[in-house]
């Protein structure tokens, strides 16, 4: 199996402009920030353009590959949530901005759920032979899971330092729900391919391939050495 396909999948004329100009804007607010003097803001900037760059990092310094399409979704999600929502301010002046960038977490913490059981039962040591109806399970609980998480760090943040991320209970469960349906979606449609695959686009070729990649770069380095 060719696993170009799966590694490259989605990356085309249509995603690769927004997936280059989220660095780019981030550069030209550093720029900005800079000669506004505004250090704290130039700071921030220089702090999420790092954790956009990370997946991309991995890449080429430790040969660790990621499917474009997961790579593209969280460089997205760190450009709307930090950049946009803390620094552009999205979070008061766009309605339900802070909704929409749960529901994308969803969408991304569902994938990643899914993919950590999928691998697990792939493993052949662990015998484990789960059902798609319960690796769909594991996933959306682990989305939800991680995101009560990050609003009991909310939470703790705003007593601790009086920051004000949350705006009572029921903005908390609007934010759980948004998740949890960004989960499900993902889920529902895992669900699906598993079921009639018997398998995921994450397949354990994939793995295989990025554990080679590893080999071949670890056997370049102790040629040049």
């Known amino acids: 199996m060719d696993v170009e396909p799966i590694l490259e999948a989605h990356r085309n004329r249509w995603t690769l402009p927004p997936y280059y100009a989220m660095r780019a804007a981030i550069l030209v607010a550093a720029g900005f920030f800079a000669f506004e003097q505004d250090w704290a803001s130039v700071a921030s900037t220089v702090f999420v353009f790092a954790l956009i760059s990370t997946p ?11 499917p474009f399409a997961l790579e593209f979704g969280i460089v997205a999600l760190i450009f709307a949530t930090l950049f946009l ?36 039962n792939e493993q052949r040591t662990l015998h484990l032979e789960l059902s798609p109806g319960f690796v769909a399970f594991f996933a959306i609980t682990f989305a939800l899971a991680m995101g009560a998480a990050w609003e009991m760090l909310e939470f703790a943040a705003d007593e601790l330092l009086a ?50 990649k590893g080999r071949a770069a670890a056997r370049s380095l102790a040629r040049k050495s």
């Open 56 to 66: 991309a990092i991995l890449k080429y310094r430790y040969k660790v590959y990621l």
């Open 85 to 120: 929502g803390h620094l552009a301010n999205f979070y008061d002046h766009i309605p339900l901005w802070d909704k929409f960038v749960h529901f994308q977490s969803g969408l991304i913490l569902g994938a990643a759920g899914f993919v950590i059981v999928y691998v697990l």
């Open 163 to 212: 920051i004000a991320w949350q705006n009572g209970n029921a903005d908390t469960m609007w934010d759980l729900i948004a998740a949890g349906v960004g989960a499900l979606i993902v889920c529902v449609y895992s669900y699906v391919w598993m079921w009639r695959e018997a398998r995921l686009p994450f397949t354990p070729r994939l793995f295989n391939f990025i554990r080679e």
